[in-house]
């Protein structure tokens, strides 16, 4: 499992954007809190994070004209197990001078998105496009 990095959810495949969708909605349900490797960063975060980086995919979502569940729109909504969280489950607001939503989602970040999405096959950069390895 892992979050993409924010800048490249538009450039994701079908495929791939649609098992992003799945990956957050397991995180913003039962799987929040639960530990694993690569997005555990995630948990350090408000919850409200999350939120926005999956209106982000759900947004691409939309865009390419796939039907999302208007129930993950809202921020109390945790999957069809949890239902809406009515409790004072802890929120707080996100900066919103940051244009990033995880501060991990930086530079070396996007280089190593890049780097997994073309040994996958998913694209084919331009050599400077990628500055990784």
Known sequence: MRLWHQDIITTLSD????????????????GWGKKHSTVDYV?????????????LVMDELVRRSFTVNYDWYF???????????ETSFTIEPHDMTTPMVY??????????CMKLLVERGE???K???YKGD
């Open 15 to 30: 495929q791939r954007l649609l098992g992003q969708h799945r990956e957050v909605c397991a995180l913003r349900g039962k």
């Open 43 to 55: 948990f350090t975060h408000p919850y409200m994070n999350l939120f926005l980086y999956h209106k």
């Open 75 to 85: 921020l109390q909504y945790r999957g069809k197990t949890i239902g809406y969280d």
């Open 103 to 112: 501060a991990e989602h930086d530079a070396d970040y996007a280089a190593l």
């Open 123 to 125: 694209f084919a950069l």
């Open 127 to 129: 050599r400077t496009e």
